[in-house]
């Protein structure tokens, strides 16, 4: 009961016309800055939090959040359309995304990942009303050994994120690892890979990085067939799911709901981690395994509801404890702190309408979302019509403003330019990247908590086993590892006794 | 009961008297600034410096009626920042807001290209006002229990945010000879999240542990800087606590590259001082908890200057 009086309360303040009019203006400025490419949910709502000085507290939380969440619906648009990310997670949405787009099925893929957003965005919202406070407890009960021995089940199952040659896939997440390295390392204040240079000290950008390796370099893929004015995407079939999609997308979407969820609270690494734990969940029981990585719409579906679900549940550290879970929530507690709110753990007795006007209004910006996307749909895809010479300049340029705007300095457009064509020469020997993203964002998460791990316990590594979830984690990877590994090994034997034959 | 170190309070003391017998109107050259001036943060958009940088220049615009254009050049721990700063023009059309700790260690851990002495400083705006805690339950209330702790466990565990919090906690490992380890991290909030959940017996914060200390989930074991801070007044410093560890001293800094005219300099660190004292930006100290504080030009530089010996003497093998 005392839930439903909160909810009303929520309620009673999200739709403030104020209130109302901001959120739409968040969702939609979100909208619009995850399909340009590069320019991501960080720097706008950096550069935008000025603008809120002069907003009530609720209100201007509840745009930025809005330009949050509004940003994963727009940013999973260009990943399927154009194959470039806005930033990890939907890194994931690109594998099966982008090919459904060549395949002509861009409307399916866009539309099934919309309504997975918003049904995660639904779910979580719930979620959040009811157990915030018991879920914080979860997430603080995470030590780094348990993040640890997350990362390893992370970074075993990105093997599984390869279509191809396992062989090829851990050669890219090992290099992945290593270029995740670069910067100083906080532990003894060493420099690697930096070669002196001060913009690497903080590592690799991985917007840079990104856009490079996936925007330009399939850029110049394309401008290798030679015809210059060719569509990018094959002909459009129909806008919509197919009532065999519903079929096929039903149990993804809850599946990644609840995964993304419950990863998403976790303070650090979370909600990347979601979006493709539960891609390689669907691709091992999915019917259709053997699509997967050739435009299966379960690749779109659940990465797409998990990480929208993390992107709302990874509210709950910051309003419920005043821990930001990732720098967009450094951000939000930055904006709640010049209205003189402390983001901690009396922000919800003290300030109940802030804490369920926020949540109520994540609801109604998801559902602005939807109906603002599902008719969308149809320009999106006239859009790829457009012929390369016209649209290749323009993301180019974009990408490289977004690029820039980092950290208001040119290296970062080379560190781009030079990835881009790194990637182009790699692809030529059938490397894939998604594997070499997730080593490279993973890598140094696994480093780090491995490293302040053996600090805690004084260089005792039964800690591992000792710890049910993270014992319970281990297990998981090894699992994980026998299924992937076997069928390999099973098939490279079956070719040795075949050349005997 | 407040311990002056370095005589820095002393000096912001006297620099806020003598200037206020000149409100609201610093002394500028007749065509100073006749261009808006660009205030280059050293972190990104958001955080302590950002804010701190941003109230004041929106209250020196409306005081002197300048125009104050605020942009972030986050990277390397404000290195990044510092080492640009150090190349341009010394017109006084570019401030850079940044942490002594940024000035001080950076140069000290590796070649960053710059250190204290390529600056000049104008003033300074907030200090940090950093504890040592622990959760409420912790069995142990000050520094000696809490060196109890560690000697009987065979170690106790801080995480800390930084380089001059792990150094500080080294200084009183060695100081009471126990397995006092720092365990360093991505940052503040890491450290808190691993103190919260009871992963280490304690944490040392710069902001993020004051509310957490008003809402009962944390007491204060002892403050690290050179006075008693105000969130817990009862609790000692660390020299009232029995150590002789260096206090960590940190402020948030106003600086150009050096070789300022005198004149623009005056005018700018009168229109900083004036600004310091406003009333909006009085307000947004309080929403920090915290409380607008000037060292003034002269003792920002000793203070960097100090800092950087300490740190040097620390770090440089």
Same mark, same amino acid.
């Given at each position: 009961?005392?839930?439903?009086?909160?909810?009303?309360?929520?309620?009673?303040?999200?739709?403030?016309?104020?209130?109302?009019?901001?959120?739409?203006?968040?969702?939609?400025?979100?909208?619009?800055?995850g399909?340009?490419?590069?320019?991501?949910?960080?720097?706008?709502?950096?550069?935008?939090?000025?603008?809120?000085?002069?907003?009530?507290?609720?209100?201007?939380?509840?745009?930025?959040?809005?330009?949050?969440y509004?940003a994963q619906y727009g940013g999973s648009t260009t990943a399927i359309l154009?194959n470039l990310p806005g930033e990890a997670s939907s890194t994931v949405t690109m594998i099966d995304g982008y090919q459904m787009a060549r395949r002509?099925r861009a409307g399916p893929a866009l539309a099934v990942a919309a309504i997975g957003s918003f049904f995660a965005g639904t779910v979580t919202t719930m979620l959040?009303?009811?157990?915030?406070?018991?879920?914080?407890?979860?997430?603080?009960?995470?030590?780094?050994?348990?993040?640890?021995?997350l990362m390893?089940v992370g970074l075993v199952s990105s093997i599984a994120l390869a279509s191809?040659?396992?062989?090829?896939a851990?050669?890219?997440?090992?290099?992945?690892?290593?270029?995740?390295?670069?910067?100083?390392?906080?532990?003894?204040?060493?420099?690697?890979?930096?070669?002196?240079?001060?913009?690497?000290?903080?590592?690799?950008?991985?917007?840079?990085?990104a856009?490079?390796?996936f925007?330009?370099?399939?850029?110049?893929?394309?401008?290798?067939?030679?015809?210059?004015?060719?569509?990018?995407?094959?002909?459009?079939?129909?806008?919509m799911p197919t009532r065999d999609d519903w079929r096929r997308i039903a149990g993804p979407i809850l599946r990644g709901t609840g995964i993304g969820g419950f990863l998403g609270i976790l303070?650090?690494g979370g909600a990347l981690l979601s979006a493709f734990v539960s891609y390689n969940i669907e691709k091992k029981v999915s019917p259709n395994s053997a699509e997967f990585g050739h435009g299966a719409i379960e690749g779109v579906a659940a990465p797409e509801s998990a990480n929208n679900a993390a992107a709302q549940t990874s509210?709950?550290?910051?309003?419920?404890?005043?821990?930001?879970?990732?720098?967009?929530?450094?951000?939000?507690?930055?904006?709640?702190?010049?209205?003189?709110?402390?983001?901690?753990?009396?922000?919800?007795?003290?300030?109940?309408?802030?804490?369920?006007?926020?949540?109520?209004?994540?609801?109604?910006?998801n559902?602005?979302l939807l109906?603002?996307n599902l008719?969308?749909i149809?320009?999106?895809?006239?859009?790829?019509?457009?012929?390369?010479?016209?649209?290749?300049?323009?993301?180019?340029?974009?990408?490289?403003?977004?690029?820039?705007?980092?950290?208001?300095?040119?290296?970062?457009?080379?560190?781009?330019?030079?990835?881009?064509?790194?990637?182009?020469?790699?692809?030529?020997?059938?490397?894939e990247w998604a594997p070499?993203i997730l080593?490279?964002v993973l890598?140094?998460?696994?480093?780090?908590?491995?490293?302040?791990?053996?600090?805690?316990?004084?260089?005792?590594?039964?800690?591992?086993?000792?710890?049910?979830?993270?014992?319970?984690l281990?297990?998981v990877a090894?699992v994980l590892?026998?299924i992937i590994?076997?069928?390999?090994?099973?098939?490279?034997?079956?070719?040795?006794?075949?050349?005997?034959? | 009961?407040?311990?002056?170190?370095?005589?820095?309070?002393?000096?912001?003391?006297?620099?806020?008297?003598?200037?206020?017998?000149?409100?609201?109107?610093?002394?500028?050259?007749?065509?100073?600034?006749?261009?808006?001036?660009?205030?280059?943060?050293?972190?990104?958009?958001?955080?302590?410096?950002?804010?701190?940088?941003?109230?004041?220049?929106?209250?020196?615009?409306?005081?002197?009626?300048?125009?104050?254009?605020?942009?972030?050049?986050?990277?390397?721990?404000?290195?990044?920042?510092?080492?640009?700063?150090?190349?341009?023009?010394?017109?006084?059309?570019?401030?850079?807001?940044?942490?002594?700790?940024?000035?001080?260690?950076?140069?000290?851990?590796?070649?960053?290209?710059?250190?204290?002495?390529?600056?000049?400083?104008?003033?300074?705006?907030?200090?940090?006002?950093?504890?040592?805690?622990?959760?409420?339950?912790?069995?142990?209330?000050?520094?000696?229990?809490?060196?109890?702790?560690?000697?009987?466990?065979?170690?106790?565990?801080?995480?800390?945010?930084?380089?001059?919090?792990?150094?500080?906690?080294?200084?009183?490992?060695?100081?009471?000879?126990?397995?006092?380890?720092?365990?360093?991290?991505?940052?503040?909030?890491?450290?808190?999240?691993?103190?919260?959940?009871?992963?280490?017996? @304690?944490?040392?914060? !710069? =902001? $993020?542990?004051?509310?957490?200390?008003? &809402?009962?989930?944390?007491?204060?074991? +002892?403050?690290? *800087?050179?006075?008693?801070?105000?969130? @817990?007044?009862?609790? !000692? =410093? $660390?020299?009232?606590?029995?150590?002789? &560890?260096?206090?960590?001293?940190?402020? +948030?800094?106003? *600086?150009?590259?050096?070789?300022?005219?005198?004149?623009?300099?005056?005018? $700018?660190?009168?229109?900083?001082?004036?600004?310091?004292?406003?009333?909006?930006?009085?307000?947004?100290?309080?929403?920090?908890?915290?409380?607008?504080?000037?060292?003034?030009?002269?003792?920002?530089?000793?203070?960097?200057?100090?800092?950087?010996?300490?740190?040097?003497?620390?770090?440089?093998?």
């Amino acid at each position: 009961m005392e839930m439903l009086d909160h909810l009303m309360l929520g309620f009673s303040v999200a739709s403030l016309p104020m209130n109302l009019a901001f959120c739409f203006l968040g969702v939609l400025l979100g909208t619009v800055i995850g399909i340009l490419p590069g320019i991501g949910p960080l720097a706008t709502i950096s550069m935008l939090l000025p603008l809120t000085f002069g907003m009530s507290p609720v209100t201007s939380l509840i745009m930025l959040s809005g330009i949050f969440y509004g940003a994963q619906y727009g940013g999973s648009t260009t990943a399927i359309l154009v194959n470039l990310p806005g930033e990890a997670s939907s890194t994931v949405t690109m594998i099966d995304g982008y090919q459904m787009a060549r395949r002509g099925r861009a409307g399916p893929a866009l539309a099934v990942a919309a309504i997975g957003s918003f049904f995660a965005g639904t779910v979580t919202t719930m979620l959040i009303a009811v157990v915030a406070v018991p879920l914080t407890a979860v997430a603080l009960s995470f030590g780094p050994a348990e993040y640890c021995a997350l990362m390893v089940v992370g970074l075993v199952s990105s093997i599984a994120l390869a279509s191809g040659s396992v062989v090829k896939a851990i050669g890219m997440i090992c290099c992945g690892l290593l270029l995740g390295l670069t910067g100083v390392d906080i532990y003894s204040s060493q420099q690697r890979f930096t070669f002196g240079m001060l913009p690497l000290m903080d590592g690799i950008d991985f917007v840079a990085l990104a856009v490079g390796i996936f925007g330009f370099a399939e850029i110049l893929r394309n401008l290798e067939s030679g015809t210059s004015s060719r569509p990018l995407v094959g002909r459009i079939t129909s806008l919509m799911p197919t009532r065999d999609d519903w079929r096929r997308i039903a149990g993804p979407i809850l599946r990644g709901t609840g995964i993304g969820g419950f990863l998403g609270i976790l303070p650090g690494g979370g909600a990347l981690l979601s979006a493709f734990v539960s891609y390689n969940i669907e691709k091992k029981v999915s019917p259709n395994s053997a699509e997967f990585g050739h435009g299966a719409i379960e690749g779109v579906a659940a990465p797409e509801s998990a990480n929208n679900a993390a992107a709302q549940t990874s509210f709950i550290p910051m309003l419920s404890l005043g821990l930001p879970a990732s720098p967009i929530m450094a951000l939000m507690i930055g904006a709640l702190t010049i209205h003189g709110i402390t983001p901690g753990p009396n922000v919800i007795s003290r300030d109940p309408a802030l804490f369920w006007g926020l949540i109520a209004s994540m609801w109604i910006g998801n559902a602005m979302l939807l109906v603002l996307n599902l008719p969308l749909i149809g320009i999106w895809v006239k859009l790829l019509q457009v012929p390369y010479r016209l649209l290749y300049p323009i993301i180019i340029g974009l990408c490289c403003i977004g690029v820039y705007s980092v950290s208001n300095a040119p290296f970062n457009v080379y560190m781009t330019m030079f990835a881009g064509l790194l990637a182009y020469a790699l692809t030529k020997f059938d490397l894939e990247w998604a594997p070499f993203i997730l080593g490279f964002v993973l890598g140094p998460l696994f480093e780090h908590q491995l490293r302040r791990t053996m600090l805690i316990t004084g260089g005792d590594a039964s800690v591992f086993f000792t710890r049910p979830i993270s014992a319970g984690l281990l297990i998981v990877a090894a699992v994980l590892l026998v299924i992937i590994v076997l069928p390999m090994v099973r098939q490279s034997r079956e070719q040795i006794f075949v050349e005997e034959d | 009961m407040i311990r002056i170190t370095l005589g820095m309070l002393g000096a912001a003391l006297s620099a806020t008297l003598l200037s206020t017998t000149s409100p609201l109107a610093a002394e500028c050259p007749a065509d100073f600034p006749s261009k808006p001036i660009t205030m280059v943060v050293s972190f990104g958009a958001g955080g302590g410096t950002d804010t701190i940088a941003r109230a004041l220049a929106t209250a020196i615009e409306q005081q002197q009626g300048w125009t104050i254009v605020v942009e972030n050049r986050p990277g390397a721990g404000g290195a990044n920042a510092a080492a640009w700063l150090k190349t341009q023009p010394a017109d006084g059309y570019i401030i850079g807001a940044t942490g002594t700790d940024a000035i001080a260690i950076n140069p000290a851990i590796s070649d960053v290209g710059y250190s204290w002495a390529d600056f000049d400083y104008l003033g300074s705006g907030m200090q940090t006002w950093l504890g040592l805690v622990a959760l409420s339950d912790a069995p142990f209330d000050d520094l000696q229990e809490l060196v109890e702790l560690a000697r009987q466990k065979g170690r106790a565990t801080v995480a800390v945010a930084g380089i001059n919090q792990e150094i500080l906690i080294k200084q009183l490992a060695e100081e009471f000879d126990v397995e006092l380890v720092a365990i360093p991290g991505a940052g503040a909030a890491e450290a808190l999240t691993s103190a919260l959940g009871g992963h280490v017996d @304690a944490t040392t914060q !710069g =902001t $993020l542990h004051v509310e957490q200390i008003e &809402a009962g989930k944390m007491k204060l074991i +002892t403050s690290i *800087i050179d006075r008693r801070v105000p969130y @817990a007044p009862d609790v !000692g =410093t $660390l020299e009232e606590q029995g150590s002789k &560890a260096q206090p960590l001293i940190s402020h +948030t800094i106003f *600086i150009t590259p050096k070789g300022l005219q005198p004149e623009i300099a005056t005018c $700018l660190e009168q229109a900083i001082d004036e600004g310091v004292k406003a009333e909006s930006y009085v307000k947004q100290m309080e929403a920090f908890k915290n409380e607008g504080l000037n060292l003034g030009a002269e003792g920002n530089a000793r203070l960097a200057r100090e800092l950087s010996e300490f740190y040097n003497a620390m770090l440089k093998p």
